[in-house]
């Protein structure tokens, strides 16, 4: 049975909510005890229980639930879902008419008016990805909806929804349709990528890096030695060897990347045995290469906001400038570091701050080339601009 909850909003929250910001927060809200099912659809009301905005409720590590509407009388239904899938789809028309790029993202979260859903275009199969126990309450109207909006070979999922925002494995994360191969070739600006949809968190390929791909296969790789650390499965090395590097090492620590990062190189009629493909901590390899006194054309740094092996803890909020210190140190002089990261806890300023310290401490010098945030397929909210998390730097090393 479709039921609304009311709760009361913090008079100091209210304007916010008025003028469009998406993200119901925990501190907003006076009455949570009212609501206790994920997934509950809430009214949220001043002291005097006049109507301000609809949302759901859906606990994120951001916060917790989304505005859906600002419309008093608008149920959320199949109806409401179409309403916000349709005019995503015509906001990609571009992407879906372009031959040569057949992987991008259709829906994406408060961009497209629901909070905690993406939705994700792989050559003809759809992946929706759940960042909450709230939003995946209401999964079957929002199939529905996107059934009814699409012609789809097949539908998959992921859940991140457990305590860290993690990947729930499932171990089947196919929804209905046909089953994909594992796995398929998608496209990107000409690039052949090997995609699995069914093999844990991570389907191969990180979407919004493609406008740096392009730019590195385009404007910067050709005849230089490319160090790709934080690789994964080589995205970044395999749009430098088509750009015509002259050698790309991939650097990564997790074992899968190796035959990972082999396919892909393949998959793209590119020798591999003619790349280097390290499995190894990305600082143990500075040292060595200092060490070694190895020094590359064009190094990419890549890494996660936040990880631990076993002798490492990298955040990318407290280490980046140490990160930094070491790619320049091994970047010859004219080359230029890719400076990478999906940090959203902090902004760019602080981010070229980074950089600037990082050359300070060395006494070197540089400059900015060109910058990235979120390409137009990843679209932001207005009002959420916290939601805009890449950042991207070209710098190049003077000295
Ligand atoms: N740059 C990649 C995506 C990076 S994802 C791309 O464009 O596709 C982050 C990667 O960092 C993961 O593959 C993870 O295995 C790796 N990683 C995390 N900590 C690391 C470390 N200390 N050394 C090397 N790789 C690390």
């Avoid at 049975?1 to 209210?14: A, V």
Wanted: charged share 30%; proline share 2%; hydrophobic share 35%.
């Amino acid at each position: 049975m479709y039921k609304e909850i009311e709760l009361t909003l913090k008079p100091e929250f209210i304007n916010e909510y008025r003028d469009g910001y998406p993200l119901i927060s925990k501190e907003s809200v006076v009455d949570w005890n009212k609501v206790s099912q994920e997934g509950a659809i809430v009214n949220l009301v001043d002291n005097r229980k006049k109507f301000i905005v609809k949302g759901y409720y859906g606990i994120q590590n951001k916060g917790y639930g989304w505005v859906l509407t600002s419309k008093k009388d608008e149920k959320i239904d199949v109806d409401f879902f179409v309403k916000k899938i349709k005019p995503a789809l015509k906001y990609r028309e571009d992407f879906f008419s372009d031959k040569n790029t057949t992987a991008f993202r259709v829906f994406n979260g408060e961009g497209d008016g629901i909070g905690g859903l993406t939705i994700d275009y792989f050559d003809g199969f759809y992946m929706l990805t759940w960042y909450s126990i709230g939003i995946y309450e209401l999964k079957e109207t929002v199939l529905e909806a996107l059934k009814s909006s699409v012609e789809y070979k097949g539908i998959y999922q992921k859940k991140r929804f457990d305590t860290k925002g993690m990947y729930l494995d499932d171990k089947d994360d196919f929804v209905c349709g046909e089953r994909a191969e594992a796995p398929i070739t998608v496209k990107e600006n000409g690039v052949n990528f090997a995609i699995y949809l069914d093999d844990g968190p991570m389907v191969g390929v990180f979407l919004d890096q493609r406008d740096v791909r392009k730019t590195i296969r385009d404007k910067y790789a050709k005849g230089k030695t490319v160090l790709n650390t934080f690789s994964y499965t080589g995205a970044f090395s395999i749009f430098a060897a088509l750009g015509g590097s002259k050698k790309t090492t991939s650097v990564d620590l997790a074992k899968r990347s190796l035959s990972k990062t082999k396919e892909q190189f393949t998959i793209n009629n590119i020798h591999v045995d003619k790349q280097d493909i390290i499995v190894e901590d990305v600082f143990n390899y500075f040292k060595y290469a200092v060490r070694k006194k190895l020094s590359f054309d064009m190094v990419v740094l890549d890494p996660p906001s936040f990880a631990r092996s076993k002798k490492h803890t990298f955040s990318a909020s407290k280490d980046y400038v140490k990160l930094l210190k070491e790619a320049i140190q091994i970047t010859t002089k004219g080359g230029v570091i890719v400076a990478s990261t999906n940090s959203a806890n902090f902004s760019m300023m602080t981010f070229r701050d980074f950089i600037k310290r990082a050359f300070k401490e060395l006494n070197g010098k540089y400059t900015v080339e060109e910058s990235f945030s979120l390409p137009k397929d990843f679209r932001v909210h207005d009002k959420f601009k916290e939601g805009n998390y890449l950042k991207v730097v070209f710098i190049r090393k003077l000295r």
